[in-house]
């Protein structure tokens, strides 16, 4: 018996059982490796249970818990924690749940399928798919799924309205071949300063992967790394790696100092301080003056913009290149601290720190889900080293580098992930390639279209925009046809003009129609009566507003609706003109007029009259431009009512871009604020346009609202007594490139195609919830609905990579062609924005000293600062 103990003995000693310790954090053997071995552990366990019995006084041990297995299927790796959509499934191919609900059994019922998604959510519910479809897809914080597995209680299933996504990416890594060998030889300029290679010399790097497999085990946990050089190895995935590297090129005095980036890890030579000059070593990009500049945030910066040249200069300069001239001299002195740590240096006078991004030996792919534009990259080899391998389970892959992706750092879990980063002549980094640029993508931060839906319809349709004439005192007609013209020019067919009590305003209403004959471009006017401002409390105030409506009605600009003239209100529903009863319009004002108009009042009262009010043709729903609370405005909130309450009337929805009001109680004692967040202006366009098969006019308010934040127009004419606090330097011309691309949609039925690339971005200038210093009226109504975010949108012509910055803090995006909705958080400093394309800026904004958001500010302002590439 003894003879067979100690054989047995000795396989656990050559299987490793014996004294077998748990492995540390970060070493493990992938899931394929280790389910082979914990079979083969309990395959010996079982047989010396067996053999042993009872006899000789032993007795067998009480049996090991059975543990399930809670791994993931091969190819299969996490995503992150993202929006379900709203209306439908975000991911539609099957569903199911279960009170054993694991990710181990969502995936494998989503791999029977053949799906490439699989998502847990609610803790025992179950979606596959290919795709997204909806609304949803956002990432968030991996804590936002924090509801435990009903099958797990150690692993998460999703939350209410949030999945926990995973996704089938092992075609992807078979892309990255690492049977294949690549050899890379780095060789120097001329001129190499001391710590550099000098031009004479150059350096080989090879590595040999290999794995191996036992008849017991019929796998290996250990790889091993032959390297020439040194080289430093740390494993994301669950394998053990053992290294081995011996030098065989150059000394350690020359090799190149390697600099890792500790943003997102990459991996830079620093090859030494370049002689600049006037005409720049690196010609790509450039940065001057940037007061908290590190190392880091160059290098970073660079790589996202798709450079592989960083240099640093000044202490306070950053430039950028895709090559390094081949007379450069590295004979400059570089002593000055970078003004973001001083214990770092940044350059010198004339003197350009320049550091490398090590090659890539596998292009990274992406894959795009659904509008969202949230791009999930595969991993990838990105060694500059040749690799075999004799085992397809020892796949050596790299994860790509995406920093604000929450699973980023995750490696493949059906492979062992090794990243290489050699302390001399290897070096790896990783990147996101989205359009030959380099990117790290923030999936977290975009949002697709509330709807794509263009419904054909027969029916002309209108864009009308609500124009405060009450702000036009000191308009002459050329001013009027500076309005006209903006506004033409962005797709607008007329103005809505807001007329008050004052007789003045009557006579620039008057300069406007004049106006818009002369250009005789066929732009329209309508007359909005203002009932807050205007009197309809007799009946000489029914004759005062048929006097106002008839003296424009036969003018060659008058707009019209069903051959009828075009006339509007804002409020009015309490007019009775001395009747005592508010159906007096009909009596008071339409039959007085002696010609038709189609009669669409903004009303504020109880709407299932509408239907019943004869005088009325439709109704402009005022209210539908903003949410009322603290969230976002949807169709069902506002339009499906007012639709269903009209009947076959004409119902009108508004859009605006945003709206806050600041006057105290000795002023005009409005200070409140709507919910401008999560880029309103699109979302609300985007739900008009899927209605265009039900409504023919929408309204855009406002163009000149400057009281209450709500225009589109420049800052032009007499703004309201202390409305300049929060108007002056806010300008929101910039938007109108989405005022014409959504109303020529809403107008044609099809979207236009995208011809410029264009970068527009919004921001309030300080955080939702500082106090102010020196404020008399408060804090607005609505304060605490808001959000502290940088808002974009991109409308691009083909994929390419968008960087935002806010502050000090830079956020890079993948982007598909069309339009991209984009946001980052606000943080202290002023803004701007980038379009990169194969290596080069194409276009960008940059508010320099236009804007600066801050955490204390002096009094409240709650209007948004508007910038774009095209303005």
């Known amino acids: 018996m003894a003879p067979v103990a100690a054989t047995l003995l000795a396989l656990l000693a050559v299987s490793g059982l014996g004294e077998a310790k748990p492995l540390s954090p970060g070493r493990h053997a992938p899931p394929r490796i280790a389910n082979i071995l914990s079979t083969s552990r309990r395959s010996l366990h079982s047989l010396l249970a067996r053999y042993y019995g009872d006899a000789h006084g032993l007795t067998k041990p009480a049996p090991l818990p059975t543990k399930r297995d809670t791994s993931i299927p091969a190819g299969w790796s996490y995503f992150g924690c993202v929006d379900e959509s709203w209306d439908e499934r975000l991911l539609s191919g099957f569903g199911f749940s279960s009170e054993s609900l694991t990710p181990l059994l969502c995936l494998t019922e989503c791999s029977k399928l053949g799906y490439t998604y699989g998502g847990m959510e609610y803790a025992d519910e179950c979606y596959c798919?290919?795709?997204?479809?909806?609304?949803?897809?956002?990432?968030?914080?991996?804590?936002?799924?924090?509801?435990?597995?009903?099958?797990?209680?150690?692993?998460?299933?999703?939350?209410?309205?949030?999945?926990?996504?995973?996704?089938?990416?092992?075609?992807?890594?078979?892309?990255?071949?690492?049977?294949?060998?690549?050899?890379?030889?780095?060789?120097?300029?001329?001129?190499?300063?001391?710590?550099?290679?000098?031009?004479?010399?150059?350096?080989?790097?090879?590595?040999?992967?290999?794995?191996?497999?036992?008849?017991?085990?019929?796998?290996?946990?250990?790889?091993?790394?032959?390297?020439?050089?040194?080289?430093?190895?740390?494993?994301?995935?669950?394998?053990?790696?053992?290294?081995?590297?011996?030098?065989?090129?150059?000394?350690?005095?020359?090799?190149?100092?390697?600099?890792?980036?500790?943003?997102?890890?990459?991996?830079?030579?620093?090859?030494?301080?370049?002689?600049?000059?006037?005409?720049?070593?690196?010609?790509?990009?450039?940065?001057?003056?940037i007061q908290n500049l590190t190392i880091d945030d160059c290098l970073t910066s660079c790589e996202e913009a798709g450079y592989?040249?960083?240099?640093?200069?000044?202490?306070?300069?950053?430039?950028?290149?895709?090559?390094?001239?081949?007379?450069?001299?590295?004979?400059?002195?570089?002593?000055?601290?970078?003004?973001?740590?001083?214990?770092?240096?940044?350059?010198?006078?004339?003197?350009?720190?320049?550091?490398?991004?090590?090659?890539?030996?596998?292009?990274?792919?992406?894959?795009?889900?659904?509008?969202?534009?949230?791009?999930?990259?595969?991993?990838?080899?990105?060694?500059?080293?040749?690799?075999?391998?004799?085992?397809?389970?020892?796949?050596?892959?790299v994860p790509t580098a995406v920093s604000s992706v929450a699973t980023s750092s995750e490696a493949d879990v059906s492979s062992a992930a090794v990243s290489v980063a050699a302390s001399a002549t290897v070096a790896t980094t990783t990147s996101a390639a989205a359009a030959s640029a380099t990117a790290a993508v923030t999936a977290s931060s975009t949002a697709a279209p509330e709807s794509t839906t263009v419904p054909s319809s027969s029916s002309d349709h209108q864009v009308w925009a609500h124009h405060m004439v009450g702000n036009t005192y000191p308009y002459a007609e050329s001013d009027w046809e500076s309005d006209i013209q903006a506004a033409q020019s962005y797709g607008i067919d007329g103005f809505a003009l807001n007329i008050g009590s004052e007789s003045w305003q009557v006579d620039r209403a008057a300069d406007a129609y004049s106006a818009a004959a002369a250009l005789g471009t066929g732009f329209k006017l309508f007359?909005?009566?203002?009932?807050?401002?205007?009197?309809?409390?007799?009946?000489?105030?029914?004759?005062?507003?048929?006097?106002?409506?008839?003296?424009?009605?036969?003018?060659?600009?008058?707009?019209?609706?069903?051959?009828?003239?075009?006339v509007s209100t804002f409020a009015g529903s309490d007019c009775q003109f001395g009747t005592g009863s508010s159906s007096s319009w009909q009596s008071s004002f339409v039959d007085r007029l002696g010609f038709d108009i189609f009669f669409v009042p903004s009303l504020f009262s109880d709407i299932s009259t509408f239907s019943s009010d004869s005088w009325m043709d439709g109704e402009l729903n005022w209210n539908s431009g903003w949410p009322s609370g603290d969230a976002d405005i949807t169709t069902t909130s506002t339009d499906a009512k007012y639709i269903a309450a009209l009947g076959d009337k004409e119902y009108m929805p508004a859009v605006s871009p945003f709206f806050f009001t600041h006057f105290g109680a000795n002023s005009w004692n409005k200070n409140w604020l709507y919910r401008g967040d999560d880029w309103l202006y699109c979302s609300r366009w985007e739900q008009i346009i899927a209605l265009r098969d039900s409504v023919s006019m929408t309204e855009i308010l406002t163009w000149n609202d400057f009281g209450e934040s709500s225009y589109l127009g420049p800052i032009h004419g007499a703004l309201p007594s202390g409305s300049d606090a929060w108007v002056d330097g806010f300008d929101h011309t910039g938007i109108n490139v989405l005022t014409k691309y959504y109303a020529t949609a809403f107008k044609t039925g099809s979207y236009p195609a995208i011809e410029t690339d264009t970068i527009i971005m919004w921001s309030r200038p300080h955080a939702h919830d500082a106090t102010a210093s020196d404020d008399s009226v408060g804090k607005p109504t609505g304060w605490d609905w808001t959000e502290d975010y940088l808002y974009a949108v991109v409308l691009a012509t083909s994929p390419a990579v968008v960087s935002l910055t806010s502050g000090d803090e830079t956020t890079t995006f993948a982007v598909s062609a069309g339009l991209s909705k984009l946001k980052v958080a606000s943080n202290s400093g002023t803004i701007n924005g980038r379009i990169i394309r194969d290596g080069s800026v194409v276009t960008s904004y940059y508010a320099y000293n236009d804007f600066d958001y801050t955490q204390s500010p002096s009094t409240y302002n709650y209007n948004y600062f508007v910038g774009s590439s095209s303005s």
């Open 527 to 566: 007359i909005s009566l203002d009932m807050t401002s205007l009197s309809c409390a007799s009946s000489s105030d029914a004759d005062n507003l048929v006097s106002i409506v008839t003296r424009f009605a036969t003018q060659s600009n008058q707009a019209t609706h069903d051959s009828k003239v075009l």
């Open 308 to 397: 592989t040249y960083a240099g640093l200069e000044y202490g306070e300069q950053c430039y950028c290149g895709s090559s390094l001239p081949s007379s450069v001299s590295f004979t400059a002195t570089c002593d000055m601290a970078c003004t973001g740590d001083a214990s770092e240096t940044c350059g010198g006078g004339w003197g350009l720190a320049v550091y490398e991004l090590v090659g890539i030996s596998c292009e990274t792919t992406t894959s795009t889900i659904g509008g969202n534009h949230v791009v999930i990259p595969s991993t990838s080899v990105a060694a500059s080293a040749s690799a075999t391998s004799s085992s397809s389970s020892a796949v050596i892959v």
């Open 129 to 289: 798919g290919d795709g997204f479809t909806g609304d949803g897809g956002g990432l968030n914080s991996a804590s936002t799924c924090n509801m435990a597995c009903s099958g797990d209680s150690s692993a998460m299933c999703g939350a209410g309205w949030y999945l926990s996504l995973y996704t089938y990416n092992d075609t992807g890594l078979a892309s990255c071949d690492p049977s294949t060998a690549v050899t890379t030889t780095l060789s120097a300029g001329s001129g190499v300063a001391t710590g550099g290679l000098n031009a004479s010399q150059s350096v080989s790097v090879s590595a040999s992967i290999t794995a191996s497999a036992t008849a017991s085990v019929n796998a290996s946990a250990s790889i091993s790394l032959s390297a020439s050089s040194s080289a430093s190895i740390s494993a994301n995935a669950s394998a053990s790696v053992s290294v081995t590297a011996s030098s065989s090129a150059a000394s350690a005095s020359s090799t190149f100092v390697t600099y890792e980036d500790a943003e997102d890890s990459s991996e830079w030579y620093s090859l030494g301080c370049a002689v600049d000059s006037s005409t720049r070593v690196l010609t790509g990009s450039s940065s001057l003056s």
